[in-house]
């Protein structure tokens, strides 16, 4: 896998109101489509804002929230929670025809959006219950580290693929990418299958997943660019598989 031309800005996977920016040029449902997109993508962030807060610590960062909301738009089941939407007998669908199936992102939010503004303040309460509920608590604790043991012996114990979002600091930002090479040394010097898969997870806002795939085992992170989504799943490859630098 090639980085490619990927910004190399450690904040870039963090939020602010430009990731909500209308990505696309010429809406094709019309003006009215385009202004319930543009208010459906702030109320949906907002929606998800309030769910990150509630799971978070006193201790929590600023970064760290922005990381947490990153990863929960990433991986929302906009598919499942239309469908919940659509299905309350009060909430007027829209836009979206009975028994439509698309997990688009501007598809719901426009939706989402239609379907709030023409809700009493009851049906609203359950919309945004139901959009929450869509969020599975973003905080997964990082597996305990074990001794140092054979590759296939940890991959063993390792079938779930792991999936998370590191918090940032200074000093993480310089050392995440002697994961890799750690890893990649790793993979050399015991003859096992160490390589890395990408894919676009979001537009707006721009997210990537990148995958490392260590001799069958999967361990998967996020971020705003490939480079800083393959360190980090670089090193949770190395901490669950007790790779030191």
Same mark, same amino acid.
């Given at each position: ?18 990731? @909500? ?11 009215? +489509? +385009?202004?319930?997109?543009? @208010?459906?993508?702030?109320? @949906?962030?907002?929606?998800? #804002?309030?769910? =990150? ?9 600023? *970064? ?10 990433? $991986?929302?089941?906009?598919?499942? !929670?239309? !469908? ?8 007027? +669908? =829209? ?8 997990? *688009? ?13 023409? +809700?009493?303040?009851?049906?609203? =309460?359950?919309?945004?219950?139901? =959009? ?55 993979? *050399? $010097?015991? !003859? ?22 260590? *001799? ?6 996020? #971020? ?22």
């Amino acid at each position: 896998m090639t980085d490619g031309d990927a910004s190399e800005n450690p904040r870039e996977g963090l939020l602010d109101d430009s990731d @909500f920016e209308d990505l696309y040029d010429n809406p094709t449902a019309g003006q009215t +489509s +385009s202004v319930h997109y543009w @208010f459906g993508k702030r109320l @949906f962030k907002q929606i998800l #804002a309030e769910k =990150v807060f509630r799971n978070a610590t006193a201790s929590e960062t600023s *970064d760290g929230l922005d990381a947490m909301l990153l990863q929960a738009v990433a $991986q929302y089941p906009y598919g499942d !929670r239309i !469908r919940h939407i659509s299905s309350i007998p009060s909430a007027q +669908s =829209v836009y979206m025809d009975p028994g439509e199936n698309t997990a *688009d992102f501007r598809a719901f939010v426009t939706e989402l959006a239609a379907v709030f503004l023409r +809700s009493s303040v009851e049906v609203r =309460v359950h919309v945004t219950s139901i =959009v929450q509920d869509g969020v599975e608590n973003p905080r997964q604790p990082l597996p305990s580290r074990p001794a140092a043991q054979p590759l296939s012996t940890s991959a063993a114990r390792l079938q779930q693929p792991i999936n998370r979002v590191l918090q940032n600091n200074d000093d993480q930002l310089l050392e995440r990418p002697r994961y890799t090479t750690a890893l990649k040394e790793y993979g *050399d $010097q015991n !003859r096992v299958d160490v390589r890395w898969m990408n894919k676009q997870v979001s537009v707006s806002p721009l997210c990537w997943q990148v995958a490392a795939i260590v *001799d069958g085992a999967t361990f998967r992170a996020t #971020a705003g660019n490939t480079r800083e989504a393959k360190h980090r799943a670089s090193q949770i490859a190395c901490e669950a598989l007790g790779i030191a630098l």
